[in-house]
């Protein structure tokens, strides 16, 4: 059993309690595994599954924690970049992690036209 296995059979569960909270928001069980479930679908749709590397450049939230556990669920691997570093660091973190798909959030979305 991995962790989103034990994360659905916990939703099911435990539907309202609280999963995650933080400053800006809190999630039940069954919305965490909602929206990692959705976003497994997306990454799907992306071409990620199975063995794939893919990158996180986005501040530290619950669609981080989302998007990991996603990648998860399709048997990928997700590699979080710190959203302050400078490009060129970016850069090699992306490239060493052989990600082949990054995944950007506002706080970054200038370099959505690199």
């Not at 450049?57 to 924690?65: A, F």
């Not at 660091?89 to 979305?109: H, S």
């Amino acid at each position: 059993m991995n962790i989103v296995n034990r994360l659905r059979f916990v939703a099911e569960a435990y539907e309202e309690k609280p999963a995650v909270v933080t400053v800006e928001e809190e999630l039940a069980y069954g919305e965490l595994y909602d929206r990692v479930d959705r976003y497994a679908a997306a990454l799907g749709e992306l071409g990620i599954g199975e063995d794939d590397r893919f990158a996180l450049l986005m501040g530290n939230s619950t669609r981080m924690l989302s998007l990991i556990l996603a990648g998860w669920q399709v048997g990928a691997t997700a590699a979080p970049v710190n959203v302050r570093l400078g490009d060129d660091t970016i850069e090699f973190l992306v490239d060493d992690a052989e990600a082949g798909t990054v995944v950007v959030d506002e706080f970054r979305d200038d370099l959505l036209s690199v």
